[in-house]
């Protein structure tokens, strides 16, 4: 089936702009995760959701991140007033369920804020 | 807090041969999962392979298997038959409540 999928592929856009990046899990996965891969921090999780739960924010470095889970499947990840340190490649990844499922991911959005 | 160290940034290997890639976690944790992720240039994240922490048995995938030390915290991943297609990115990571961590990489480059 297939897997999941992320738009766009990559994204430019200038300091102080709002970006949406957007995840859709594989179907049936009722987990959903995302996460920033940069060169200076490495692979780091940011948020996830859980089925009807409230979701784990606990990795959101800042209060202008933000996402949302929609009918339990598409994911948008909003970024506000974008700096030049939220340049990175952000992954999503989505299981059959939370706790120790494997996790899949996608190919990833690779966001450069000028 | 759990940590995962890679602590070899760049490794290569002749194709056909066989090499290994450390990592080491720290966790107060009995109950936990480890995996080795793959990241190829298409910037792709690959599961290799899993490994439940309460099973003594090493997890081997075809060409892959790890050699899992629990009391010593270690978990590396060896590539018999190493091929070009393993040229990538490898990531160790260690996951507890559904979040994973993840160590620093290992470049891995397979040379003809």
């Known amino acids: 089936g297939a897997g999941v999928s992320q738009s766009p592929s990559n994204k430019v856009t200038e300091k102080g702009k709002d970006v949406e990046l957007r995840c859709d899990p594989i179907?049936?996965?009722?987990?959903l995760y995302w996460y920033r891969q940069s060169l200076g921090q490495g692979l780091e999780f940011l948020i996830y959701?859980?089925?009807?739960?409230?979701?784990?924010k606990s990795g959101l470095p800042s209060d202008r991140f933000s996402a949302e889970r929609t009918g339990g499947s598409v994911s948008t990840l909003t970024i506000q007033r974008t700096q030049q340190e939220d340049s990175a490649v952000y992954l999503c990844?989505?299981?059959?369920?939370?706790?120790?499922?494997?996790?899949?991911f996608g190919p990833g959005t690779r966001l450069l804020v000028l | 807090a759990q940590t995962v160290t890679q602590s070899q940034p760049e490794m290569s290997v002749q194709e056909a041969e066989t090499v290994t890639l450390s990592c080491t976690y720290d966790?107060?944790?009995?109950?936990?999962?480890l995996f080795w992720y793959k990241q190829p240039p298409s910037r792709q994240m690959i599961l290799v392979i899993r490994?439940?922490?309460?099973?003594?048995q090493n997890a081997t995938e075809n060409r892959f298997s790890v050699n899992f030390q629990k009391a010593a915290k270690s978990f590396s991943l060896k590539i018999s038959d190493s091929q070009l297609g393993d040229t990538a990115m490898y990531f160790c990571?260690?996951?507890?409540?559904?979040?994973?961590?993840f160590g620093q990489g290992t470049e891995l480059s397979v040379k003809p």
């Open positions: 490994q439940e922490a309460y099973k003594q």
């Open positions: 990844a989505s299981s059959l369920d939370a706790g120790e499922e494997t996790q899949y």
């Open positions: 959701f859980q089925g009807n739960s409230a979701p784990d």
């Open positions: 966790t107060s944790e009995n109950n936990y999962y």
């Open positions: 990571a260690f996951m507890k409540g559904g979040k994973l961590i």
């Open positions: 179907s049936g996965h009722t987990a």
